[in-house]
């Protein structure tokens, strides 16, 4: 009777081992929920019809890395990071990108790419190419994994949303201004406002609305809650100026791992 109690007190000791592993590995900390190749390797991506890519200057700065506006026909870029050029060709915060190499930051490229005749270069556009392109010249190898981190969703208010409708007069996604304590912009989708919400508030934003359709966003505000400002803190900002909430919670990330790299692209 009494080896028939033990064993049940070590079967239960047992059971509550591995809820308490279970519950620490979803909840305590970052969670991997699934993962995939970011591209089928059976899929055949387009490709610019000639590209230059260079590393930058040794004296570049990148305080004065640009690129080009979607729409134009061509892609530039100069004076960028390959951890910019990741984002860019996978639509990605750089809190998404793991496992990156410590120069990813640091090293500049200039880029001067053109795609074929027809082809205007939208952000759909770019992506595909983008991610071509970082492939064939750095040899970049990279996989999706969603993960559950801690960040935000982005809700409805209690008395429910008020927002613009776009008049659609710029291409979707324009960005007028997101420089820190500003989140202006015109014909916007909620998960591109969760995208630019997500740098504002430096933890990951994820869409839970429900709501479709574009609008114009404009609203300032604090960017830094310790110290002192007439303007409001990001989530009473965002709240008076759309009905919208950031609701702190778990939310799933998709995440660009890289597998491999080069730091030197391939010549032109």
């Known amino acids: 009777m009494q080896r028939k109690l033990a064993r049940n007190r070590h079967y239960r000791t047992l059971v509550t081992t591995l809820l308490f592993i279970t519950a620490t590995t979803l909840f305590g900390q970052n969670a991997t929920l699934s993962t995939a190749p970011a591209v089928d390797a059976t899929t055949k991506l387009p490709a610019f019809e000639v590209a230059s890519v260079r590393p930058a200057s040794p004296q570049a700065d990148p305080k004065t890395g640009i690129y080009s506006i979607p729409g134009v026909g061509r892609f530039t870029a100069t004076h960028v990071s390959l951890a910019l050029l990741i984002q860019l060709a996978y639509d990605v915060d750089s809190s998404q990108i793991a496992n990156e190499p410590g120069w990813l930051e640091s090293n500049l490229y200039d880029i001067n790419?053109?795609?074929?005749?027809?082809?205007?270069?939208?952000?759909?556009?770019?992506?595909?190419?983008l991610q071509d392109l970082l492939h064939q010249r750095f040899h970049l190898v990279v996989h999706t994994e969603t993960r559950l981190n801690s960040g935000y969703a982005l809700v409805v208010a209690k008395g429910g949303p008020h927002l613009t409708p776009?008049?659609?007069?710029?291409?979707?996604?324009?960005?007028?201004?997101?420089?820190?304590?500003?989140?202006?912009?015109?014909?916007?989708?909620?998960?591109?406002?969760?995208?630019?919400?997500?740098?504002?508030?430096?933890?990951?934003?994820?869409?839970?609305?429900?709501?479709?359709?574009s609008y114009d966003i404009g609203f300032d505000f604090n960017p830094k809650p310790n110290v002192d400002s007439a303007l409001p803190v990001l989530d009473v900002a965002l709240k008076q100026a759309t009905g919208l909430l950031l609701k702190p919670q778990k939310v799933p990330v998709e995440t660009i791992v890289i597998d491999s790299v080069d730091k030197v692209p391939t010549a032109n």
């Open 113 to 129: 790419a053109k795609a074929e005749d027809g082809i205007h270069l939208t952000r759909d556009e770019l992506r595909p190419r």
């Open 166 to 213: 776009t008049k659609a007069d710029h291409f979707p996604g324009f960005r007028i201004n997101v420089s820190s304590g500003h989140m202006r912009g015109a014909n916007w989708t909620m998960p591109q406002l969760a995208k630019y919400l997500t740098s504002a508030a430096a933890f990951p934003v994820v869409d839970q609305t429900g709501i479709t359709g």
